[in-house]
């Protein structure tokens, strides 16, 4: 499986801005085997960023947010087929910005996971515990919680979806999970899948929170961390080039 080094804007980098980042990261960042990077700009730049990565395989283009219906009476939203026209080949789901700003349910991501599914756009559902159900030892209890959006997929459906394990504590924060913390959470996700019929190989499980190119090698260090997902750290070329390419 390819390591996955995934970076979310936020509300960073419009188109112009966007094509300037791209510029400098892509004249200096060499395709690595068995690593891919993933940018999920926001949606207003998905079409520059699909448009300045076409000729990179390596480099997959997601949007960090999706309506569940195609189309419709819906202000302010972006369906998965448009998304996918503007270039989106990835969708995070459920992050913790979309959950605890603007109070997504686990209805709703479910039902993003399964728009994402039946138009053939890989789904990262973000998961995560706050600190007082961390402090609470309410960590696994709370992240199998988020994970039942995924209930009643079967093994293949589930096979498809790659979970970024997100600590809200530690987004946006400087403050992050010890490679340790992390992998006894990824581990809990993984089991989760295994006991639905998913081989633990064919699960992709990402770390997010404050990851930065100082903490990046001692998680990637641990075998239960396939990949990143990256946000105050992946607006900034340098920091980002750092990234993804530490060993
Ligand atoms: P951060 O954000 O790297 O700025 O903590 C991570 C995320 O929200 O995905």
């Not at 947010?65 to 990835?90: C, I, Q, Y």
Request: charged share 25%.
């Amino acid at each position: 499986m390819s390591r996955i080094f995934a970076g979310n804007w936020k509300m960073h980098l419009g188109p112009e801005e966007a094509r300037a980042f791209l510029k400098s990261f892509l004249a200096r960042y060499r395709r690595v085997t068995g690593r891919e990077v993933w940018l999920f700009p926001p949606a207003v730049s998905l079409e520059t960023v699909a448009r300045e990565t076409r000729d990179r395989a390596e480099i997959i283009v997601g949007t960090q947010n999706v309506h569940w219906d195609d189309k419709g009476a819906f202000t302010g939203e972006l369906s998965v087929p448009m998304a996918k026209e503007a270039g989106a080949r990835a969708a995070l789901v459920g992050h913790s910005e979309r959950r605890h700003v603007f109070g997504e349910t686990e209805d709703d991501t479910a039902k993003k996971v399964r728009a994402l599914l039946r138009h053939q756009v890989k789904a990262v559902l973000c998961v995560g515990e706050m600190i007082d159900q961390r402090e609470a030892g309410q960590t696994v209890a709370v992240i199998e919680r988020q994970l039942g959006a995924l209930a009643g997929l079967d093994a293949n459906a589930l096979a498809d979806i790659t979970i970024a394990y997100e600590p809200v504590w530690a987004i946006g924060t400087g403050r992050n999970a010890t490679p340790a913390d992390a992998a006894q959470v990824h581990r809990a996700i993984r089991a989760w899948f295994v006991a639905r019929g998913v081989a633990a190989r064919n699960l992709t499980v990402l770390y997010g929170g404050s990851v930065k190119p100082d903490n990046i090698a001692a998680l990637l260090a641990e075998p239960e961390i396939d990949g990143v997902l990256v946000g105050g750290a992946s607006i900034d070329a340098g920091a980002w080039l750092e990234i993804v390419n530490s060993r």
